[in-house]
Structures are given as structure tokens and as C-alpha cells.
């Protein structure tokens, strides 16, 4: 127990685990060189950009993959990959605006210590209804559509082109791409240990017929050979009952891998079944 609580005690002082400590965050009686201040305060600008351009860079791909899922997407399969993309962007979107009101608000405690004025109408509050892409919300109708001061107010190196959006879904691409390779690998994966199954149903459907074949048979042991007889034919059966079953319902599998996935092709014989009810 004892030793148990010093590792802990040990990964609890590593440096990475050690709260760090900037002045925005002291409270103002407790002493602090102002130099410190400036530095933090020249810290959190760019920080506080960053921050801005990445959630605008994470709402113009969030919007594309919305256009992509929407046009171009068919099944359940598709649109459940789609989301998931989608919902990766989101999490970085959120980041994204946590990373911009921290900032915010250690502006906020140095602008009174500093005594910085004007920088609010740089950065302003971020609200849950300034994050929306450049079209605006959908829910919103034209008379009444307004666009999010976050696309208004561009730092020196953001830049609303249609490069640097191309460089993202590049990024994307890359990825998809790469996932989709992984997964054409594990079909064809896939179809040769369906091979090998039937191909080991068969052999072993043969050696029990060889074991049958090949049994000295004894005349006062008549009755053991005959049942030992009967047990190989009986596993043979049994493997080739098997073989038969895997065929029969997979029997659609390589036009569905023709097909590259697009459709659910399900044998009438499982199309009953649910998984949900175990």
C-alpha cells in the first residue's frame, strides 16, 4: 500500500502533470513583476488568433463534409463513416472555441493590470451562436440570416481563400483514403478466410471418410468397429453440413463485394434475425 501511494505521489509531481501558473491567473494583491504581464499578454494575442483560425478552418470542413454526406452518401454504412468524420471535426471545433475564451478571458485579467483598452473589439466574447459556418445557420431564414463576427475579424495570416480550404480537404482525403485501403485489405482478407473454411470443412470431411475406409475390422469386435464406422460417417456429415450452411448464406458475399459495398445484400434466411435482441 505503502509502495502504491509513493508511485502515485511520484506521478503526481512529474513536470507535465504541474499545474502551470501564468499572472492572469494570480489573484490581484499577491505580487508580480510586470514584465511577466506583457509577456503573457503578448502570449495570449496570437494565442487567441490561433485559436480563431482554427475554428474557422474546422467549420469550412465541417460544412463540406455536410455537402459530401448529404449529396453523395447512400446507406447506412456510408453515413455512419460520414458521421464519424464529422463528429472528429466537431471535437476540434470545440477545442477550437475552449482554447479561444481561455485566452479571452486571461486578456481580460491583464487588460486591467496593464491598462489595455480597445482590445475587445479585436476579440469579443465568443458565444455558442457565433460559432456557425460563413453561410450562416440553415434554421435561419434569408431576411434574417446574419454572418458570425468570427469572419469578419481576420488576423494578419488568415486568409479566406479557397487554398487553404483545399489544403484541409487534401488532409482529409488523405485520410479517407488511407482508411479505405486499410478496409479493401481486410475484404479480400475476409474472402480468403472464407476459402479456408470450406476448404477445412472438406478435409476434415475426408479424413473421416479415410477413418472409415481404413478400419481393420475384427470379427469379435464386430460391434465396436460398426460404431466406430458410424461415428466417422456422422462427423463426416457433420462437416459437410457445415460446409453446406456456410455456403448458402454466404453465397451473396462476392456480389456484394462486386458491388463495392453499396447495397446490404442479406440471405432471406438471416434477413429476420436481430442483433439487438441479446
Known sequence: MTRAQSSQDRSDNLAETISLILPSSIQQPTPCDPRLHEMEWKLRIPQANDALDDLREGLRLRAYLYIDKDRFQRGQYHNTRSQGIIDRVQVKISAAVLKYRVARDALLSLSGILGKVGWEVEF????????????????????????????THLSDKSQLNEERLQDVLRIEWCKSKSRADQWSEEVQLLLEEMRRVLQFFESMADKWDARAQGMCFIPKERAIDDGLAAYSAKQAALYRSLKAYCQRIWRFVPRFVQLGLSVEVVPPELAGTNDDDD
Open 124 to 151: 469579443p466574447p465568443l458565444l455558442d451562436c457565433d460559432v456557425k459556418q460563413l453561410s450562416g445557420d440553415d434554421t435561419e431564414s434569408e431576411g434574417h440570416r446574419s454572418l458570425s463576427w468570427i469572419w
